[in-house]
């Protein structure tokens, strides 16, 4: 195996791995030391945003600023922002605070049932059989993972099943948009500035908001979110993107619900049934199904 794959392959996997660990320490963040979904996400997207902008502008000076210079550029970075970024942190944290990670992380990932639906509308036709195949699994994955296995009650709160389903609604929303600055700027500008933009409406929040603990735990949970959680594994997963197929990279994401699912277990002590295993692994095969057949055929 060539070295730059090998690479590639550490690059996502690790990526995976920090996106589940932060969403982990968010729970325990969200749950047990009460610090608003709000607050966590205005603080995630500016300080990760402006972390990024300044290791691009350290070795690119003042090409910083060469999205700004475009101005249709800057309408895809606005509606990017704020259409793709901020619904996908926000709806991501509110998941996990009326639920728990490893369920918000699973329902983040069906993502892949939004884009089908959302490409077969636009280009008015009809879904692939592997992609109704995907629709039918994730659905019934969907069903376990919200009922149990029971018919006659929901497993899952109400609003920790509505902000999951919007988290992977936003999560389709933040790969579709982008594209066209990704194809022209590096990716670590892209996603720097659709936070920092993003970061703005929090500001009062910011501002305003006296969290109810300030501890080593907690300080140390907000910085691992921001840093490794976001920054790193948001590049590590892009970086990935040189060395590898985007179906590779996509499958092996699944490391993150894993990672959300096995911490959650472990540290913090989640109840999992073996209905929402099953369900969690249906979800999350839809993934690998996307992946396989774009070899052999090409993508919408």
């Not at 730059?4 to 749950?31: C, K, P, Y």
């Not at 369920?103 to 009809?126: D, E, G, K, M, N």
């Not at 006659?152 to 709160?157: D, E, H, K, M, V």
């Not at 790193?232 to 985007?246: C, D, I, Q, V």
Request: some cysteine; overall charge positive.
């Amino acid at each position: 195996m060539p070295k730059s794959r090998r690479m590639g392959l550490m690059e996502v996997i690790t990526g995976g791995i920090l996106w589940g660990a932060s969403g982990t320490a968010a729970q325990a963040i969200l749950g047990q030391y009460h610090v608003p979904s709000l607050w966590l996400t205005g603080i995630r997207l500016f300080f990760a945003g402006l972390l990024l902008l300044i290791w691009y502008a350290a070795s690119n000076g003042n090409a910083v600023w060469a999205i700004w210079r475009q101005p249709k550029m800057i309408g895809v970075l606005i509606l990017f922002s704020f259409l793709g970024m901020v619904p996908s942190q926000l709806t991501y944290f509110l998941a996990i605070y009326h639920g728990n990670a490893p369920t918000a992380t699973v329902l983040q990932f069906l993502s892949p049932l939004f884009i089908i639906v959302y490409l077969a509308f636009v280009h008015r036709q009809w879904p692939r059989r592997i992609d109704i195949l995907s629709i039918g699994i994730a659905l019934f994955g969907t069903y376990l993972l919200v009922t149990n296995g029971q018919l006659t009650r929901l497993a899952l709160s109400p609003l920790a099943l509505f902000w999951g389903l919007l988290a992977g609604a936003s999560s389709a929303a933040y790969t579709l948009l982008p594209r066209q600055l990704l194809a022209q700027f590096d990716a670590r500008l892209v996603v720097g500035w659709a936070m920092l933009v993003g970061s703005l409406p929090f500001g009062p929040t910011l501002v305003m908001t006296r969290l109810p603990q300030v501890n080593g735990t907690v300080i140390g949970g907000i910085a691992f979110i921001v840093i490794g959680g976001t920054m790193l594994a948001y590049l590590l997963y892009l970086k990935s993107l040189e060395s590898l197929e985007p179906e590779t990279t996509g499958m092996l994401s699944a490391f993150e619900p894993l990672t959300a699912t096995l911490l959650a277990v472990v540290v913090l002590g989640t109840p999992i049934t073996h209905f929402e295993v099953i369900g969690g692994l249906c979800i999350i095969a839809t993934t690998v199904l996307q992946a396989l057949p774009q070899r052999a055929s090409v993508a919408h």
